[in-house]
């Protein structure tokens, strides 16, 4: 089955800066990769997600770029804020009728 | 549209009792999926149901179950809780539709096992 890693766990960075953060997923059938943020006591929320047929992916600050070739995508999230301090989760899933298979998590932290 | 909700959103148990978990989905929406999540282990996939089958599985012994009724309400039970048990139970609902996949996640309920 699909196994979804990210690295780092933890990343921090300053407000301001970019931050980056990867994941690698195994199964190459899978084509959906949802982002989720999941703030302190709070559910997880989709923030944006990519499909296989697509490289790259902007919402404002935040995108998301895909290399099938390597297995990897990434979140990309610009001119940090003290409220993206949050855990990121990363997901793939083959298709509809499959699980959607997460990451372990990242927690963010920005330092005002 | 309402989010999805669960019901209820804290409850503390003692080892060996059974618990049932309600999860209510976005209306229209028939798939329904089930996650633990604890310290250290992210979002760890229990079972989904669409249309009132399961249709995916997790790695997770038979006291957990599951099942889904004809207005695509879900719930989950746990018999003869252990104190690993504890833990955030989180549903999250879709449409899976076509190319839609996009899951949508309760506030879920937090179990204690004492």
């Known amino acids: 089955g699909e196994n979804v890693e990210q690295h780092p766990s933890t990343l921090s960075v300053q407000e301001g800066d970019s931050a980056v953060i990867k994941c690698t997923y195994s199964?190459?059938?899978?084509?959906?990769f949802p982002w989720y943020k999941q703030e302190l006591g709070k559910r997880p929320q989709l923030i944006i997600d990519?499909?296989?047929?697509?490289g790259e992916k902007k919402d404002q600050r935040i995108a998301v770029t895909l290399n099938k070739t390597a297995k990897h995508f990434s979140l990309h999230i610009t001119e940090t804020q003290p409220e993206d301090s949050a855990v990121y989760f990363c997901?793939?899933?083959?298709?509809?009728?499959?699980?959607?298979?997460f990451g372990k998590g990242i927690t963010l932290s920005v330092r005002p | 549209k309402a989010g999805v909700t669960q019901t209820p959103r804290y409850l503390i148990k003692t080892r060996g009792q059974q618990v049932t978990l309600s999860c209510s989905p976005i209306?229209?929406?028939?798939?329904v999926s089930w996650y633990q999540q604890t310290p250290g282990q992210g979002l760890q996939f229990l079972f989904e149901y669409f249309s009132e089958t399961q249709r995916n599985k997790g790695n997770f012994p038979g006291r957990f179950s599951g099942r889904q009724f004809s207005n695509s309400r879900s719930e989950m039970n746990v018999s003869t809780l252990e104190l690993g048990d504890s833990a955030l139970y989180l549903c999250a609902s879709s449409w899976t539709g076509g190319s839609s996949y996009e899951q949508y996640f309760g506030p879920g309920t937090r179990l204690t096992v004492t």
């Open positions: 997901a793939a899933t083959p298709g509809a009728n499959s699980k959607l298979t």
């Open positions: 990519i499909r296989s047929n697509v």
């Open positions: 209306s229209g929406h028939r798939s």
């Open positions: 199964d190459s059938a899978s084509n959906y």
